[in-house]
């Protein structure tokens, strides 16, 4: 039982900013790495920035300088603070979770996606 839980997004106009969040709840004991992902229309979904459990994170080129990607341990929750917002940033953002249950299994977990729509 292990749920992602995604917030924020919205439309924006270009040069603007938008905060995403995303919380882990359910049989938790940790979790491992966790990233946000988007997906535009007819592409394939990619990924934005990740954070290990230790704080180390990685950026695609085209974002960085402009996200940052951190996460609340205590919270179990992630987040994306996206500045100076592109239209080509638009798209659903999915964040993502390496997640060790409670039963000790293992697995990689999804959220239902938020729509972040920037016009120009």
């Known amino acids: 039982q292990v749920q992602l839980v995604e917030s924020g997004g919205g439309l924006v106009q270009a040069g603007g900013s938008l905060r995403l969040s995303c919380a882990a709840s359910?049989?938790?004991?940790?979790?491992?790495?966790m990233g946000w992902y988007r997906q535009a229309p007819g592409k394939q979904r990619e990924l934005v920035a990740g954070i290990t459990s230790g704080g180390s994170t990685n950026y695609r080129d085209s974002v960085k300088g402009r996200f940052t990607i951190s996460r609340d341990n205590a919270k179990n929750t992630v987040y994306l603070q996206m500045n100076s917002l592109k239209p080509e940033d638009t798209a659903v953002y999915y964040c993502?979770?390496?997640?060790?249950?409670?039963?000790?299994?293992?697995?990689?977990?999804w959220g239902q996606g938020t729509q972040v729509t920037v016009s120009s």
């Open positions: 359910g049989s938790i004991s940790s979790i491992n790495d």
């Open positions: 993502n979770a390496v997640i060790v249950t409670r039963t000790l299994s293992i697995g990689s977990h």
